[in-house]
């Protein structure tokens, strides 16, 4: 599905990533957990293509594809999909519109016909149920005056509506009280499925007791330091990064 | 004569204007009512006077009018036959948004003169009035001695030009809904501009006189259209609103000429107490546009909005002027800009706040907003407060910025095209301003006109 090699990233003259190695196979859940400034959104940013960053050497391959050749909209026609750490207020957009202008971009990249106004609604209606939002929210602007847990929420709900392949969570969690992560949490494992493949980017682990990762990544100062199953996550968790820091990088990269 | 000194040195190019106001009054002997002629005296004195403004003038640092100086605009001719195929083409953009309906009030001007073949008028009984102001001047109307350039024609060579439109007044629209009558279906005022002329420069001076009574209610559109000409042509509108005691008005202002047209227009709006005024400014064409509006907000309690969106594209150049002039308590305006510029198109904005002494507990609030989306566009906007009440609140705040990268990227992250998302924010930022509008035929036309602006430009957007 996706295979990351030797990716190094830099942002305004400042390398950020410095060589991150990482594959996801279809269906797998990987979380990819990192102290603050490590370069974990910056991965996340880089995947779904944000042109503030720029790839100074290594290689990203999608299905096979070239994905950093790719616009950010193709990307999205390909099935990738990033939820964002802060989603943007798009003041004067209904969100409704702005999902079915989304949708139907992705169908027509797809070759696939547009979906009418009537087909369109009966699948916002239903998604809206599968991730318990209030629907209500998609008579609004595009994440304009949401609370933290509404965006959040809306972030997911976009993913239930565009099915992607492959999703990129980037700190779903932040800022959610511990109701709200539930139902964020429960949103995401409803998308679950064999062919769906999941990168969960987190700081804290106990979105990962919601969400539970085939692996773990520990992402410190640009490289992964350590990779395992979810009892990784556990370890960091009543340790600490200083931990891991401290220890000498026997485990890094891969997955598998 | 002039004391303009910045021409002084040239060919005074007030001095044709004066021959033309000799032969035009001549002309007008016979059926100008005895007070009209004094009237358009003093404003030909004064436009002698104060002349044609440059960048020296205040009020028009970022406005060089030289393109108005430069030539001679002579009063534009009725259009001859081979006009009425443009005219039919021009009515019909205005029917997209003012569906033709038989029982709504449309006045069609063209070149300045009312055409009653191509205007509607139904009988509204009630004491309602709609008619040419030609036919009202004919017909010896008193409510036209009353309130005729009673509140446009000040002492002030920000009046330059209404000046000039009230020395040439000839024809436009008088409106006068009596105490207590609420109409429902907005009135439209359609001015339309063909090339009649054998490649001269020319120009209109239209008029609009609207009184609405106390209690009463009213919309307007005042809908300005036109062909490409052959030379350059000028339109220099000028409309007189008064709102009496509780009367609630919206006012529409379209400005959809060519983009060879040149337009200087006044909206001078007069209200008294607890009057509701909302009034709509949109500027989609011209190449060098000038929009005043000055209201009054005459009684205690009077509200008015201020609304208004441009969108200068090639090298237009669009100006919008407002003075809000709070004379009494407990007064509230709104005043709401928004510019979408590219090219080497430029905005101008100058919105002046005026509070006067006795109108304390004034709330006014103003805000620009502009959109660039070319390197070379640009916007001039200065906020400007003038206040002499001490329990007043009054805000202000601009904003010059490109469409925000972060946005663009999430749309394009969910899949939208560049040009897509381009186009989806342009039509927000457009949004929150024809939103305010309340007839939902009109709000759906400007959307299409402005992209169908925008889409002639090169690689800038496309309609979502």
Redesign the interface.
Known sequence: MLEIRNLHVRVEGHAILKGVDLTVGAGEIHSIMGPNGSGKSTLAQVLAGHEAYEVSEGQVLYEGKDLLAMSPEERAGEGVFMAFQYPVEIPGVRTSYFLRAALNAIRKYRGQDELDAMDFLTLLQEKAVKVKLDDRLLERAVNEGFSGGEKKRGEIFQMAVLEPRLAILDETDSGLDIDALRIVAEGVNSLRDPQRSMIVVTHYQRLLNYIVPDFVHVLVDGRFIRSGGKELALELEEKGYGWIEKEPADAAAGGR | MSSNPHTTNEKNPVEPYLADFSTFEKAHQENTPSWLRPRRKVAISRFAEWGFPTILDEGWRFTNIGTLARSHFVVAPPAGEQGSEAIAALLARAESYVPGDATAARLVFVNGRHVPELSTVPAQGRGVKIGSLAGALASQEGILECYLSRFADADDRNYTFAALNTAFLEDGALVVVPQGVELDKPIHLVFLSVSATDGYTSAVHPRVLAVVGRNARASFVESHLSTRHEAAHWTNGVTELIAWQNASVDYHRLQLEDPDALHTGLLRFHLEADAQLSSHVMTLGGALVRNDVHAVLNGKGAHGDFNGLYVATENHHIDNHLRIEHVRSHGMSRQNYKGILTDRGRGVFTGRIVVHKDAQKTDAKQTNRNLLLSEEARANSQPQLEISADDVKCTHGTTVGQL????L??????????E??RG??V??????SI?HIGIASIREAMLSEIFGRLLARPALVSV?
């Not at chain 2, 925000?404 to 946005?407: F, N, Q, Y």
């Not at chain 2, 990227?409 to 560049?418: E, T, V």
């Not at chain 2, 039509?427 to 929150?432: K, L, S």
Request: proline share 8%; aromatic share 12%.
């Open positions: 925000d990268a972060e946005s990227f999430y749309l394009r992250a969910r899949g939208l095209p560049l897509k998302a989806l924010l039509q927000a930022f457009a949004q929150e939103e979502p």
